[in-house]
Structure formats: C-alpha cells, structure tokens
C-alpha cells in the first residue's frame, strides 16, 4: 500500500488556525460556544482548534467529546439550547458521523446555530450533511483512504493510503 503525506505538522497548524478565523467570522462570538470533537481523532482536531479560537475571544467555550460508536452515552451531552454548536471531525466523507452526531444533539437540543468543520473533506456524501468549514478538500477514488494520524491526542499528519 502506497501512502502520500497531505498535511505536515506545520500544514495542519497553519489550517487550524485559518479556521479559528473562519469559525469566528462565521460564528460570531456572542453566544456561548459548545464544540463537540467526534471520536478520538474528531476531539484531537477540536483541543487544537479551542485552542486558536480561546486565544482571541473572550467567548464561554464548552469542549465536548462525542463518541459516535456509543451514541454519546459515555458522557452525556451539555445542554446546547441558544447556544453556537460547532461539530468537529478530523475527516468527513459519508457524512454518516456527523448526521448521527447532529441528529443526537438535536434531539433534545434547540441551539442557535450550528455549523460543521472537518480538516479534510473527501467528498462523496451519502447523508445531506454541508461541511463549509474544511480544511481541504481531496475527493478520494476507489481503494483510497485519508486517515489523520494521532500521537498521544495531538495530531502528527494527514496521510493519503493509495491501493497498488
């Protein structure tokens, strides 16, 4: 299996970043802000944004991980009612994660706004999910994977696995 490097440490830092400033010319900073990071990798890619966005803001952020495996029931989910939702994920494709993960948040929640941010976007949805904030965008082929690589919670590269 052949694997191609998108993003380097200093690549995915430099994104990050522009988001936080997407996130904030999108969003505003009036309302108190409840992030959700999906899974594991989902929350690595929301610690390091919060981070940017806490950095110029005074803005309440609430930062929340949401295991989408077990519908959430680890920790149960802050109240979001007239709040900003921002709704993170490492990668987006199917859209089947952040659907199940909207749909729980809106189950028993009313927020004011709520928006989705993905550092890579494969494309190809299958579920009506809109993801305006992405870091890049790669529409993958057949036998291609994007996976974010994670160490100890931070994350280390995007890298492309190509079948050969």
């Known amino acids: 299996m052949q694997h191609i490097t ?3 440490q200093q690549h995915i830092q430099r994104t990050i970043k522009r988001l936080a400033i997407q ?3 999108k969003m505003g900073d009036a309302d108190e802000l409840v992030v959700f990071g999906l899974n594991d990798r989902g929350y690595a890619t929301a610690v390091e944004l919060t981070t940017y966005l806490k950095q110029n803001s005074e803005q309440k952020i609430q930062l929340h991980q949401y295991d989408v495996a077990d519908n959430g029931q680890k920790a149960p989910i802050p109240n979001c009612t007239e709040k900003s939702v921002l709704v993170v ?3 987006i494709f199917s859209g089947k994660t952040m659907f199940s993960a ?3 948040i809106c189950y ?3 927020p004011n706004i709520i928006e ?3 550092l890579v976007d494969r494309g190809h949805r299958k579920y009506p999910v809109l993801c305006e904030l992405t870091g890049i965008s790669v529409p993958t082929k057949f036998g291609e994977h994007i996976e974010v690589i994670i160490d100890k919670s931070k994350i280390q590269e995007v890298v492309l696995f190509k079948n050969v």
């Open 6 to 8: 998108l993003m380097d």
């Open 102 to 104: 909207l749909s729980t």
């Open 116 to 118: 989705v941010l993905s």
């Open 89 to 91: 994920d490492d990668v």
């Open 108 to 110: 028993s929640n009313e």
């Open 23 to 25: 996130v904030w010319e």
